[in-house]
């Protein structure tokens, strides 16, 4: 059974950096696309960035382009988003997810994925 697990969130002040760590077992995450979400209390989960099966894609949102990237370590089998130059308005909880693929496809909706982890609170102060 595929568990993911994330870790890294905490309070940053504005302009700081978070790396988001998303550790995956029951499954190698080499043969899976990743992505990361973000959900604040009322709204819908909302994509930030995704990365292919391949590992040779990424995307992102536009509200986080030049500021977050994805990357992932096969031999620790986690995926990482890390986040530069933090606003407020990105705070919220951030889930990972993952799906059985290959090649160079990203998925960015949330009817995509099969496997999330339980989330974790990143807070920006202004």
């Known amino acids: 059974q595929v568990q993911l697990v994330e870790s890294g969130g905490g309070l940053v002040q504005a302009g700081g950096s978070l790396r988001l760590s998303c550790a995956a077992s029951?499954?190698?995450?080499?043969?899976?696309?990743a992505s990361w979400f973000r959900q604040t209390p009322g709204q819908e989960r909302e994509f930030v960035a995704a990365?292919?099966?391949?590992?040779?894609?990424?995307t992102y949102a536009d509200s986080v382009k030049g500021r977050f990237t994805i990357s992932r370590d096969n031999a620790k089998n986690t995926t990482y988003l890390q986040m530069n130059g933090l606003k407020p308005e990105d705070t919220a909880v951030y889930y990972c997810?993952?799906?059985?693929?290959?090649?160079?496809?990203?998925?960015?909706?949330?009817?995509?994925?099969?496997?999330w982890g339980q989330g974790t609170q990143v807070t920006v102060s202004s």
């Open positions: 029951g499954c190698t995450i080499d043969s899976h696309a």
């Open positions: 990365l292919s099966g391949s590992g040779g894609s990424t």
């Open positions: 997810a993952a799906r059985r693929a290959f090649g160079m496809i990203v998925f960015a909706t949330v009817r995509e994925y099969d496997y």
